[in-house]
């Protein structure tokens, strides 16, 4: 005698069903890089082939070009900004990890860009006539 699947069994199959697909590799024989990057609205993308070149280049304690990883998801950087490097293993389950972006993130940025960017962050820029610049820090809160 076959009885009609109860509610609770169509959960739980359901929610096994939904693990499978969230936890399933899709390429298995792919190892994965053990770090991430982490983006501002909180999803992480893989690394471009110069951040992982970067990531793993030897630096010497206190070297201020050293890279910034995050000790945990959390961790805002001094910007108050969640982004930045992190261990894959301490990224949150089922956050969504984009593929390494195409152009290389670390390429230096233009005069015009980076004073863009300066603005964006509430720095002052003030552009000199002899092309230099001055920037004036963001008020503390």
């Known amino acids: 005698m076959n009885l009609p699947a109860t509610r609770d069994d169509q959960h739980e199959v359901s929610s096994v069903l939904r693990f499978i697909l969230e936890t ?21 993308r893989e690394l471009h082939a110069s951040e992982r070149q970067y990531l793993e280049t030897e ?3 206190g070297d201020g070009a050293a890279p910034y990883i995050k000790r945990s998801y959390s961790q ?12 894959r293993s301490k990224l949150p389950a089922g956050t969504v990890i984009h593929a390494a972006p195409a152009e290389d993130p670390q390429r230096p940025l233009s005069t015009t860009e ?7 962050k509430g720095v002052e820029v003030i552009e000199n006539s002899d092309g230099s610049m001055t920037i004036m820090p963001k008020p503390r809160r």
């Open 24 to 44: 399933r590799n899709p390429m298995p024989t792919a190892k994965l890089y053990p770090y991430v990057y982490v983006i501002a609205d909180g999803t992480a």
């Open 59 to 61: 630096f010497s304690g």
């Open 76 to 87: 805002r950087d001094g910007w108050g900004e969640i982004s930045g490097y992190l261990k």
């Open 114 to 120: 980076y004073i863009a960017w300066l603005r964006n």
